[in-house]
């Protein structure tokens, strides 16, 4: 029997694919990702997708800074300071480090 993965496959391994998603939707995509990218940082998405709604995208701030150092941690790497720098395409580093650690092999 074979163990299952908890982490489920997101098809935007390829970040062409992620840009234009978000490009041609205007950044509206950038809420579909971000539910399916909580659950592997053990989030809850409906919460964070309620308060970046409220906030008027203040939380995508702090979420996408929170997620980028966490992604870097999952592959034993610290979060340089200069990367605050790159947060409009923090959503593309994200992926990326949550590539590099889990779907490796594909």
Not at 4 to 16: H, Q, R, S
Not at 28 to 45: G, H, M, T
Not at 69 to 75: A, D, T, V
Request: hydrophobic share 50%.
């Amino acid at each position: 029997m074979q163990s299952k993965n908890i982490f489920e496959y997101i098809p935007e391994d390829n970040l062409v694919v992620l840009f234009v998603l978000m490009v041609c939707t205007a950044g509206l995509y950038y809420f579909w990702w971000i539910a399916r990218v909580s659950r592997i940082f053990y989030d809850n998405p409906v919460t964070n997708i309620l308060l970046t709604i409220l906030t008027a995208g203040l939380w995508l701030i702090y979420l996408t800074l929170k997620y980028m150092q966490k992604s870097e941690m999952l592959n034993g790497r610290q979060m340089p300071w200069y990367m605050i720098l790159f947060l409009p395409i923090g959503f593309l580093i994200i992926q990326h480090n949550i590539n590099e650690r889990y779907f490796t092999s594909q």
